[in-house]
């Protein structure tokens, strides 16, 4: 989520649930709406409690989905750099196809994959080259046999590839599931609210605001959090982002340049292919 974005968010919250909390305090009883004070701090730490171990819970789930998705993105880019280095034992012209279909993947998966990820889709444009990577595999093969072990790498590492691409586009599809988030926001709502009650015209403001500031923060701040860590690919700070994949890009310019070989690359910057 954008930090400043959030901020605004937190900011606004606090200054609605502030303003709130004086205009019930200026209808509140003097002394409060309780008669025992420990009773209702024990009821509020039960409340506390439990959105915290709710929060805990929900939090664990979603981080586990976000280092998936990262771990996910890096094996998919190492598999594509050890493709990349084995297509350069592919016979002829296959070799400069292989590679520069490869250096297109790359760049599809930035540009194009990486934006559809955000509504749990995938790019039409990289599946287009993972299907011309794959004609290439079978070119290869039928030209030498399924037992070389070029065309044995090959598919071992096309095999980690859609392993990698499969698992973090299913991550992009996952969320928080509506009955958590539910959850979530009735115990937010009960313990925002519960301070509510806590309003007294005989308190001094200063420390009435500052507790209902602090508590609404926590809480705002909290919910904030679970919502980046359960959308890893919203394409905001904090997302998983392009940078393992920019690197195979960069990894595979080297290994082009260090072998004096000129992949035959048939499209932009954005993976969108040309013509031929």
């Known amino acids: 989520m954008n930090p400043w974005l959030a901020a605004g968010v937190i900011i606004a919250s606090v200054v609605v649930m ?35 171990i709710l929060l805990g819970f929900v939090i664990f789930l979603g981080f586990g989905t976000y280092e998936s998705g990262a ?7 190492a598999a594509v750099v050890a ?34 990820m955000r509504n749990g889709e995938r790019s039409p444009v990289t599946e287009d080259w993972v299907v011309a990577l794959d004609d290439t595999g079978v070119e290869q093969q039928t030209a030498t046999s399924t037992n070389a072990q070029p065309v044995k790498n090959w598919w071992d590492s096309t095999n980690d590839r859609q392993l990698g691409r499969s698992g973090r586009v299913l991550v992009s599809e996952g969320q928080i599931p509506t009955l958590l988030w539910a959850l979530l926001v009735i115990g937010a709502v009960l313990v925002v609210g519960w301070v509510l009650l806590y309003a007294d015209p005989e308190e001094d403001w200063l420390a009435q605001a500052s507790m209902m500031a602090g508590v609404t ?6 919910l904030l959090a679970v919502q980046v860590v359960a959308s890893p690919f919203s394409g905001e700070s904090g997302s998983v982002d392009t940078g393992s994949m920019e690197y195979a890009l960069v990894q595979m310019d080297q290994f082009a340049k260090a072998e004096g070989v000129a992949p035959a690359v048939y499209c932009d910057k954005a993976g969108l292919p040309l013509a031929k």
């Not at 084995?86 to 296959?94: E, I, R």
């Not at 279909?101 to 790359?106: D, F, H, R, S």
């Not at 923060?217 to 909290?222: E, I, N, Q, Y």
């Open 18 to 52: 502030v303003a709130l909390m004086f205009l019930v305090r200026r209808r509140a009883r003097p002394g409060g709406r309780f008669s025992d004070s420990d009773r209702a701090s024990g009821i509020f730490g039960f409340l506390g409690a439990g959105f915290v």
């Open 71 to 77: 771990n996910h993105s890096d094996a998919e880019a």
């Open 83 to 116: 493709q990349f280095r084995t297509a350069a034992d592919f016979n002829g012209n296959l070799a400069q196809n292989a590679q520069g279909e490869l250096v297109c993947y790359a760049r599809s998966v930035i540009a194009q994959e990486w934006p559809s």
């Open 217 to 222: 923060t926590l809480v705002v701040a909290s």
